[in-house]
């Protein structure tokens, strides 16, 4: 049986990271695009808004984390709690890590919109993968692990 | 023949992105957050394809009902299922019964989707 307040709130949280792991990926697309075509303008400004989309889905997946780590508290599994808020966490902050250096690259590449500059960007983009695989990953052995106990 | 797209996602942002990427493939490209408005364009405009997302917040009509009419009076649109839900017993009864294109596990692999709609657009050409 779902717990199914608690399946909503892990949906939402899986939700924003998806996000950003779908973002990256539509920049990868519109930088191939670009590189393949050389269009000016609407191509750069998709990039932007794509590229300035990721640090809001990271912004959301925060605040459903808060939510999601509320209503595991209430269940009383400190372990899986834990565990999960640990490797959000930790996800969180490498991907902060791979924004900022992206955000650098971004600069970069609005100035001199070279060949070399687009993989660049695009290298440091594909960093995002992993990174959001892994939370997935967390969040589905919570699941896992709850519905062994019979809490979801 | 320019494949025609309807892309119904609640998520703003990711539908916005989309929409904005597909457009550079040209295709025809329609994007709503809304079940009712889906049905709205798919009864006008018939699209070759629907990406359909199954929970949809703040929408009247939900994504499987979009998914069940679009089966049922339009068997030739392919619908693509995208769903955060995975595969839940509920969600394979209705893709059981209403056989979608595709089913996606949210998060969406961009490349897989496009890879799809490619083969797709190069069909009807």
């Not at chain 1, 695009?33 to 989309?53: Q, S």
């Not at chain 1, 594909?126 to 997935?136: A, F, Q």
């Not at chain 2, 942002?13 to 990427?21: F, Q, R, T, V, Y």
Request: charged letters at 30%.
């Amino acid at each position: 049986m779902i717990n199914e307040k608690l399946h909503l709130l892990f949906h939402d949280l899986s939700g924003r990271i998806g996000g950003i792991n779908t973002m990256w990926q539509i920049c990868i697309a519109y930088i191939k695009k670009f590189d393949l075509e050389r269009l000016d303008g609407k191509f750069k400004e998709n990039i932007t808004v794509a590229f300035r989309n990721i640090p809001s889905y990271r912004k959301a997946t925060i605040e459903k984390l808060k939510l999601v780590i509320g209503a595991l508290n209430k269940l009383g599994s400190r372990d899986i709690t834990e565990t999960l808020e640990s490797a959000i966490n930790h996800g969180l902050e490498e991907l902060e890590e791979i924004e900022y250096t992206a955000d650098t690259l971004y600069h970069q590449l609005l100035e001199h919109d070279t060949k070399e500059n687009l993989m660049r960007f695009a290298e440091e983009l594909e960093k995002l993968g992993p990174v959001c695989r892994s939370m997935i990953d967390a969040i589905g052995n919570s699941k896992n692990k709850l519905t062994a106990l019979g809490k979801y | 023949m320019v494949l025609k797209l309807l892309i119904l996602e609640d998520d703003i942002d990711l539908l916005n992105s989309l929409k904005g990427i597909y457009d550079l493939y040209d295709y025809k490209v329609f994007a709503t957050p809304r079940g009712d408005e889906a049905l709205a364009i798919i009864e006008k405009e018939r699209p070759h394809v629907v990406l359909c997302d199954l929970h949809l917040e703040d929408s009247p009509i939900t994504g499987i009902e979009v998914l069940k009419q679009t089966s049922q009076k339009y068997p030739d649109i392919k619908v693509i299922v995208a769903t955060g839900y995975g595969m839940e017993d509920s969600i394979v009864k209705v893709c059981n019964q209403y056989k979608p294109f595709m089913f996606m596990i949210k998060p969406i692999d961009f490349n897989e989707l496009t890879d799809a709609l490619q083969v797709l657009a190069k069909d009807l050409k």
